[in-house]
């Protein structure tokens, strides 16, 4: 298998605006990613390069 593919992508925080670049890979539905501005918990909405802010429980 070969499906180690890496996406850079602009993360765009929901929650503030603040735009960073960020390398990770596609299969990414664990990865979780801490908005450096406001520290809002974000995760990538599966199979799309777009987060989505996690509110925990
Ligand atoms: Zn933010």
């Known amino acids: 298998m070969n499906k180690t593919?890496?996406?850079?992508s602009?993360?765009?925080c929901?929650?503030?605006r603040h735009?960073?670049?960020e390398t990770m890979p596609t299969d990414a539905c664990q990865f979780f990613y801490e908005c450096e501005n406001c520290k809002t918990r974000l995760k990538p909405k599966q199979g799309t390069a777009v987060f989505i802010?996690?509110?925990e429980q």
């Open 5 to 8: 593919a890496i996406l850079q």
């Open 10 to 12: 602009v993360i765009i």
């Open 14 to 16: 929901p929650n503030c």
């Open 19 to 21: 735009q960073k670049e």
């Open 53 to 55: 802010a996690v509110t």
